[in-house]
């Protein structure tokens, strides 16, 4: 059994970019402000240029300029555009709208409209059917409201928007979370870190509570788009909902998937990444671990394989590099061998609380390449030809 590990998540996982990486604004911290700004005008009728808005934590308080504000008949609509940093977010440039109108009940309702996804499952910490406003931006909101009118008194609507935001929702894990029609309002700091990995962790995190709502008992783990398609046509049987992109967190996923009593879990990746969790290493973050060409000559000789091909996987560049001089020799038992490590290692390092099995697909993801002895006569093999 290898010596199972954990490396730390790279730095910008942990902490704000310095130097020249540009950190943003969430698209709560752009709501609050669109809000500030429509709630301004409402208040002393002049539109606002700026607006200054508390974020959820600590005491700072960015300035956000108004794109637009202006009157639409009782109400006011301003908006902010949303500036990501050096963050790649599919919501960078985004125009967050909020329509805010008097009501003659005390206190405040959020209400999402175009462009704001659906909740329609269970498990986000949301009302399925309502609004996808996170907790965070809604009290990021409403606090920026507050600064303009004493809600113990005064009712005021917020409904957020998002032009484009349904497209933009698309190219988010919204629609395997359930979230329907746009974007989801999100942000517990208020600030987007540059290049975070943290969101991706938080986003497996989230995945995996919505399989649990959904009383799902098996997840599977992939690292990528092409691994999902293939694990998919290999367990067809499963919801949507089952199959997540674990990128590099695959200890953090297990250990969540283990708290919430799942049954079983399904590893599919490619030869980079198993090879990485065969050797024990449960982060594969490239900036955090390597793979290891020593620990595959060693896979090698184990399948069979004669010591000039394990010299030359022991000289090999990648784990692509090492699969495809196995496959060029026809040692598929090696691919085997290292599936049935993986799927060992990743049952110990949650001490059997799940059934583990690993796949390992061609790096088309069009055929099985090999897989570990509990995963044989489970996948539809013939899905992927």
Not at 33 to 42: I, Q, T
Not at 208 to 222: E, F, H, S
Not at 283 to 308: C, I, N, Q, Y
Request: proline share 5%; charged share 25%.
């Amino acid at each position: 059994m290898a010596d199972l590990r954990t490396p730390n998540l790279p730095a910008s996982a942990r902490r704000v970019a310095t130097g020249k990486l540009r950190y943003g604004w969430t698209t709560g911290t752009c709501s609050a402000a669109a809000a500030k700004a429509a709630a301004l005008l409402l208040r002393d009728g002049d539109p606002p240029a700026e607006v200054v808005v508390p974020l959820p934590k600590g005491d700072r308080r960015p300035t956000f300029g108004v794109e637009r504000c202006e009157r639409d008949g009782d109400a006011a609509v301003a908006v902010v555009v949303k500036d990501a940093g050096d963050d790649p977010d599919v919501t960078h440039g985004a125009h967050l709208t909020a329509r805010v109108a008097l009501t003659e009940t005390p206190g405040i309702v959020l209400r999402g409209g175009e462009g704001v996804g659906t909740v329609t499952r269970p498990g986000l910490g949301l009302e399925v059917g309502g609004p996808a406003i996170n907790k965070g931006p809604r009290a990021q909101i409403t606090a920026a409201v507050s600064e303009v009118f004493d809600l113990d008194e005064v009712g005021v609507e917020v409904m957020i928007s998002v032009p484009g935001g349904e497209k933009m929702g698309r190219r988010t894990s919204n629609p395997r979370l359930g979230i329907l029609g746009g974007i989801s309002i999100l942000g517990t700091t208020g600030i987007v870190r540059p290049f975070s990995t943290a969101a991706w962790r938080a986003s497996v995190g989230q995945a995996i509570d919505v399989m649990d709502a959904q009383g799902a008992k098996t997840v599977v783990l992939t690292t990528g788009g092409r691994t999902e398609k293939a694990a998919r046509k290999l367990l067809p049987e499963l919801p949507e909902v089952c199959f997540v992109e674990v990128g590099d967190f695959t200890g953090y996923a297990l250990k969540r998937a283990a708290k919430l009593e799942f049954e079983r879990c399904v590893f599919v990746g490619m030869a980079g990444k198993l090879a990485k969790l065969a050797a024990g290493i449960m982060m594969t973050h490239w900036t955090r671990s390597k793979v290891d060409p020593l620990f595959l000559a060693e896979v090698t000789r184990e399948a069979g394989g004669d010591a000039a091909l394990a010299a030359e996987v022991a000289a090999s560049n990648t784990g692509r590099h090492a699969w495809e001089l196995w496959e060029g020799a026809g040692l598929h038992a090696a691919s085997d061998l290292l599936c049935a490590k993986v799927a060992d290692n990743l049952g110990a390092y949650i001490d059997g609380a799940l059934v583990v099995d690993c796949a390992i697909v061609d790096f088309e993801g069009a055929r099985l390449a090999g897989a570990s002895p509990g995963a044989r006569g489970r996948l539809a093999v013939e899905a992927l030809a």
